[in-house]
């Protein structure tokens, strides 16, 4: 088919120009004759003139069975050609073939779950949701032998500090806090402290209000992990009785006070050495090294 028409007037390729009417017109009626196409304009132009015959036959490769006024591209069949094209009729295909069959998609069988009157599709358990189930088993396995295996460790060390705490309970050796033996390790003391310091006075340690207090603060403190004025008493063989009461009226006096003022009353001789050896065998190396300071006040002095 041209592109080109013969009419001026008339685009439309399957009109003339009716001088008459002075309109476009159909110039061919279908059907048309088969394996045929009109030609542009029906071959007239606006003068009446003609340049072709009305219809052609059709190409190769096209057809037309009459209905059209034009020649259409023959079919491609996809697998086989049952009948070929011709210029009267369209191309006939052949089925498909057994083997060349589109594959259709396999679905999941499903079977019927009986629960009372209503039937309930199921579908079996999917392959990936036992796969991730198993995956997640072991790290859960794992996380959970560790937090045993640390709760385990908690207890055994709770256990094992409490049955510290329980051997570092002072023990007393009867009623009256008898005084305790034990050496006295004067040698470590004499390293501490010095020569003027040892043979100072008891009554030094009363007199120098720093150095009590510090003392104080340090001894008369009740404590069932290290010793207290409770012992320092009961070295010097203070009755129990006297100890109770001190320590019920310490709100008012130091029961360390009370006791150094009770030595030195009874035992006018004793020196600093006396006291630096009971805290040595008390283990209060801090009151001794507080004792250290009694030098400072001497040398003021």
Not at 208 to 219: F, G, K, S, T, W
Request: proline share 8%; with cysteine.
């Amino acid at each position: 088919m041209s592109n080109t028409g013969h009419s001026v007037k008339c685009h439309d390729l399957t009109t003339i120009w009716d001088k008459a009417q002075q309109t476009c017109i159909p110039c061919a009626k279908t059907p048309i004759k088969p394996g045929h196409e009109i030609t542009p304009n029906c071959g007239f132009d606006d003068d009446g003139g003609r340049h072709e015959a009305p219809t052609k036959p059709c190409k190769t490769n096209t057809f037309n069975n009459g209905s059209s006024f034009h020649c259409t591209l023959c079919s491609l069949c996809p697998f086989q050609t049952e009948r070929p094209c011709n210029t009267t009729a369209d191309t006939v295909c052949g089925k498909v073939p057994v083997t060349q069959r589109i594959p259709t998609t396999d679905f999941p069988v499903t079977t019927l779950a009986y629960q009372g009157p209503n039937l309930t599709p199921t579908s079996p358990p999917s392959r990936s949701h036992n796969v991730s189930r198993a995956a997640w088993a072991v790290p859960l396995a794992i996380l959970i032998s560790i937090v045993l295996v640390a709760l385990s460790a908690y207890v055994f060390g709770l256990k094992r500090k409490r049955a510290k705490a329980f051997c570092r309970q002072p023990s007393y050796i009867n009623d009256g806090f008898a005084p305790l033996t034990g050496s006295s390790n004067g040698s470590d003391v004499e390293d501490i402290l010095c020569a003027d310091i040892l043979s100072a006075p008891l009554q030094t340690v009363l007199d120098n209000l720093d150095v009590l207090e510090e003392l104080v603060i340090l001894l008369d403190p009740e404590s069932h992990v290290r010793k207290s004025t409770k012992h320092l008493a009961s070295h010097c063989a203070f009755p129990s009785t006297w100890i109770t009461y001190t320590y019920s009226m310490k709100d008012s006096k130091s029961p360390l006070k009370a006791v150094l003022e009770g030595v030195t009353c009874k035992n006018p001789d004793w020196t600093v050495g006396h006291l630096a050896k009971l805290l040595k065998q008390m283990e209060r190396n801090d009151a001794i090294a507080a004792l250290a300071k009694l030098k400072t006040n001497k040398t003021e002095v």
